[in-house]
């Protein structure tokens, strides 16, 4: 990592409740400021995702999107306001983000993430964190972020329920990527999409919040990590239930014969 900022007067100010926190400190303060996010899909999650990121001070955030607001989009995406309504999200996001803290560099990816343009994009961030609707992006960026060892905190939500895990597959045993997890996208008529089946807006609030915490954790190495294990959430039910997953010896992605196709 670069060298570590010196902070402002206003720096320890607004940060304050993080750097009194023994696992944070003025180096761990320090260490978000210089930090790089590369935050996928200004949607659901990417709302409350973009926005605890900037308010923690994470240094440069990154948005890729290729949408425009919608009205069907505000019951959950809590960054876009009524009056953004055809704006393009990454613009309507960077907007909001100013507003919280002016001291975030946000740059704007107005485009879709595509086989293409995904490793010069990515390749710039230190951590990406996945809020994409897709099964195409999903595995897209989980090859990416594999393939330049980039950590990724990936979530999905549908009507009542989320996921989330961590991935950091090239650091071997122990942790899987999502391909070991999920070996295949299945078809995109076999799983509904939230236009489709629906989804609770809070869900949306409740699993980008909880990435946004692992990315913190990520960046500041504290706590225990999600790499490895799979977080569920389901909001009907009211329960969390952590289940433990294995790097899968014949990934596509990060298995032994991965790259011989
Ligand atoms: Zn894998």
Redesign the pocket.
């Known amino acids: 990592m670069a060298s570590l900022p010196d902070m402002t007067e206003m720096q320890i100010r607004r940060y304050a409740r993080h750097i009194v926190l023994a696992e944070v400190g003025g180096m761990g303060q320090a260490r978000l400021i210089a930090a790089k996010v590369l935050v996928v899909g200004a949607g659901g999650l990417g709302a409350p995702l973009l926005q605890y990121l900037a308010a923690a001070g994470i240094g440069t955030l990154g948005v890729i999107d290729d949408d425009k607001v919608d009205l069907s989009n505000l019951q959950r995406q809590v960054i876009h306001r009524t009056t953004d309504i055809g704006t393009a999200k990454v613009e309507s996001a960077r907007r909001a983000l100013s507003d919280i803290n002016p001291e975030v560099r946000v740059v704007m990816h107005p485009r879709r993430l595509e086989p293409g343009n995904a490793p010069q994009i990515i390749n710039g961030y230190d951590v990406v964190a996945d809020g994409s609707d897709n099964f195409a992006t999903r595995y897209l960026v989980n090859e990416v972020c594999?393939r330049l060892h980039k950590t990724l905190v990936s979530a999905a939500i549908l009507r009542f329920d989320g996921q989330i895990s961590t991935y950091k597959?090239w650091q071997g045993a122990g942790h899987?990527?999502?391909?070991?997890i999920f070996p295949s996208a299945p078809s995109e008529d076999a799983v509904p999409s939230c236009a489709q089946a629906g989804v609770l807006g809070s869900l949306a609030g409740t699993l980008g919040a909880l990435q946004a915490t692992e990315v913190v954790k990520e960046i500041l190495g504290v706590g225990r990590s999600l790499s490895g294990r799979l977080l569920l959430y389901d909001a009907l039910a009211a329960t969390f239930e952590t289940i433990s997953v294995d790097?899968?010896p014949d990934?596509p992605?990060?298995?032994n014969r991965a790259g011989q196709a």
């Open positions: 594999y597959a899987p990527c999502l391909a070991c790097k899968q990934c992605v990060c298995g």
